[in-house]
């Protein structure tokens, strides 16, 4: 992803002034049909960055429904699948964004998730940036900057 989508066109989408981009996961496994890349931008302020997460499983269809999603991602740890629970209670439906899509908040990030062709997921997590109306447009728009990519 860092190599798809520089610090500066993530910067111009968030208003923000990104000053290091790291890639932190990249894996491709050719054969396999899957890859899986998330790259962290990171601006001058503070704790403040952005995260986007792709993931790529030939064959693999990705939860079709918010409810899924969190239920795939239970733990066991009574605490952690709280949060989840909490989570999924107060996602936000987002409409025309990929096959579907939802903002929801946990700890100290806000993330968006997008699912498209039914073998993709986007993952985009926003650490101290707030979940208004103005900000979910940008990663919105955001999203879509990446869609295109693939």
Known sequence: ICELLSKEEVGKIMGANFEEATQTLFTVDVSAGSYVSQCGYYTNVGLQHVAVLVRHFKGTTFPQTAEDFFAASKSGDAEI?????????????????????????????????????????????????????????KIKQLAQAVIKLF
Not at 87 to 112: C, M, P, R, T
């Open 81 to 137: 699948d709280a949060e989840m629970d909490k989570a999924l209670q107060n996602h936000i439906k987002v409409q025309g964004l990929g096959d579907f899509a939802f903002f929801y908040s946990q700890w100290e990030s806000n993330s968006l998730v997008v699912h498209w062709n039914k073998n993709y997921e986007m993952i985009i997590s926003m650490y101290h940036f707030d979940l208004d109306p103005p900000t979910m447009e």
